[in-house]
């Protein structure tokens, strides 16, 4: 199996001690403890991560939400359309608000806002499923995605095979409230749940408000560039609490500079 390497890239400064020190060029992701010198698990996000969700499936699910929150609040397109963005923006998924303000069915909600065929709409890099086979460690998909369109999207990629677990937006519940991504806490209960020791995980990811927190309940953070992304920053740059970047998923089995300058 392919040892990955942190490729030799210049130091960035003001690096605190922990996580960092353990990444310096050259070392293996599994860093140099008893416990991280065990196989890396790999935290996966979805949408502009594993495929381009930017090529034609925003549209779709913008649409679908917007749909759906017509339907469930009996409110026309403009009227949904600006309570769907003002939700995602205070509370980081739409659904969050619909649940806590309107009592809204989630379940029936989700089912609602993603009910469209993804095979025309897929797009992701080639060799996909032989790249994630050749990533040594344990796969675990975290999206803030409902899980129907997640299996539906790995499926049509053929790498649902892949993954060990899958979390979705309706699993991300714990003491009665929906916590998905961005939460701390979140990453914290996923962490415990499967049994992974936080120095072992590895989030994977195009939306740097993700990495952040990952950081913060002790992950290490790998941004997967994209330029269609609402949800990354500017090309230049790289916050001090990723500790790779990539273009893309089979970067992370390059050995020399798979990063964009910092
Ligand atoms: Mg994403």
């Avoid at 649409?63 to 759906?68: E, I, K, N, R, V």
């Avoid at 619909?98 to 993603?114: E, G, K, T």
């Avoid at 890099?125 to 990533?135: A, D, M, P, V, W």
């Amino acid at each position: 199996m392919p040892r990955l390497r942190f490729p030799q890239h210049p130091p960035v400064r003001s690096r605190r001690a922990g996580v960092h020190r353990q990444l310096k060029a050259g070392r293996t992701l599994g860093g140099s403890t008893q416990q991280a010198q065990q196989s890396p698990v790999w935290l996966f996000d979805l949408d502009n991560t594993l495929h381009d969700t930017s090529h034609k499936i925003f549209r779709e699910i913008n649409l679908g939400m917007t749909a759906a929150v017509m339907e469930s609040l009996e409110l026309d397109e403009a009227a949904a359309s600006e309570l769907r963005t003002r939700y995602w923006r205070r509370y980081g998924a739409t659904l969050l608000g619909l649940v806590r303000h309107h009592n809204v069915d989630p379940h029936a909600f989700l089912q609602r806002s993603h009910a469209f065929d993804v095979a025309p709409l897929v797009k992701a890099e080639r060799g996909l499923r032989e790249k994630l086979n050749r990533l040594p460690g344990r796969k675990v998909l975290f999206t803030n995605a409902p899980l129907h369109y997640a299996r539906a999207v790995l499926k049509h990629l053929g790498i649902l095979r892949c993954f060990d677990q899958l979390w979705g937006i309706e699993q991300m519940q714990f003491h009665g409230r929906f916590r998905p991504k961005p939460s701390v806490a979140l990453m914290r209960y996923i962490l415990a749940h499967e049994g992974i020791h936080p120095r072992r995980a590895v989030l994977v990811e195009d939306t740097v408000e993700n990495l952040r927190s990952a950081r913060k309940a002790g992950l290490r953070t790998v941004h997967v560039f994209h330029p269609g992304s609402p949800f990354g920053r500017g090309k230049s740059g790289r916050p001090n609490f990723v500790d790779l970047r990539v273009n893309c998923v089979g970067d992370l089995l390059l050995q020399k500079r798979p990063l964009q300058s910092a």
